[in-house]
């Protein structure tokens, strides 16, 4: 075999073993885990970001921040937002106030992440208990609310003896 043989023939290996060189490479740690880089398992992950979106939601509502609410919302959820949420009966209606609002479950769903939540709606001297579900997706590296719905969690329809409970202001994004 002349030198020019073994020169191709070096070159080739090379070559053929590339591949699997560079795919160690992105194997995420030494010890070829799949763990992501925040060291939780992918399901915690996912449970962690989505209470967090709807937690940030939450008390948006409480503190009456439409901004803040709609930056925890899909990109494509924004115009539905932007056009139903401080209307008549929006979550961020001027005449509604949330006084209180807990996260009651985080469970994986069909279309994501669903978290149920349980919030005090008041309006004037009434108020009223409310659950609500939301979708929380994930959007490339980062989480976001991909829809919000009555839940279907009985809550006590009228936490005040002053009357009778306002309705729940519709929710101004459907789920997907």
């Known amino acids: 075999m002349g030198r020019s043989h ?25 010890d070829g885990g799949d763990t992501p880089p925040s060291g939780k398992a992918p399901a915690e992950e ?30 494509p959820m924004h115009a539905a937002f932007d056009s139903a949420a401080t209307g008549p009966n929006g979550d961020f209606a001027d005449h509604f106030t949330v006084p209180e609002a807990t996260i009651t479950e ?30 929380v997706t994930r959007n490339g590296a980062d989480w ?17 003896p002053s009357g009778p409970s306002p309705g729940k202001p519709p929710s101004p994004v459907p789920s997907q």
């Open 144 to 160: 976001c609310i991909s829809g919000e719905v009555p839940g279907d969690a009985p809550v006590d329809p009228d936490v005040s």
């Open 46 to 75: 996912a449970a962690a970001k989505s209470r967090e979106r709807v937690q940030a939601y939450l008390d948006a509502l409480t503190a009456r921040d439409a901004a803040a609410g709609r930056s925890q919302l899909c990109a």
């Open 106 to 135: 985080v469970r994986s769903g069909p279309n994501g992440q669903e978290i149920s939540a349980s919030i005090t709606v008041a309006a004037g001297s009434r108020k009223a208990a409310r659950s609500l579900l939301f979708t």
């Open 6 to 30: 073994r020169d191709r023939f070096a070159g080739l290996a090379v070559l053929a073993l590339l591949p699997a060189a560079l795919a160690a490479c992105g194997s995420g740690g030494q």
